[in-house]
């Protein structure tokens, strides 16, 4: 099933709307690091993001050393940026950390 990648003007408009959140360089991702406590906090963190992404069936890539989770989020389906990225960030946003 292949999903429309967002436009220039939907992306901004999005980002605008998604403060934690960085573009990568060539545009075609979205990024946010996040920090816990501790590596417990880190990963109940992550093992709540991916019970949500597998039942949207929408995956990020992510790193994580100890207390930091690097998150990228990107369509492979759409070659870049889908709203489905920016609505997994949105609940990615709901459950973090307070900056
Ligand atoms: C076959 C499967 O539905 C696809 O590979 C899904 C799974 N998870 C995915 N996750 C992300 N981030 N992008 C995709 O295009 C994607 N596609």
Redesign the pocket.
Known sequence: ?S?ARLTDAERAAALGTLPGWNLREDGLAIVRTLKFGDFNEAFGFMTRVAIE?DKR?????WFNVYNRVEIT??????EGL?E??VA?ARFIDGIAPAA
Do not use: F, V, Y
């Not at 069936?57 to 890539?61: A, G, V, Y």
């Not at 989020?73 to 759409?78: G, K």
């Open positions: 099933m999903i992404a069936d929408h995956h990020p890539e989020l990107t369509t492979h389906d759409a889908s489905r990225d997994l």
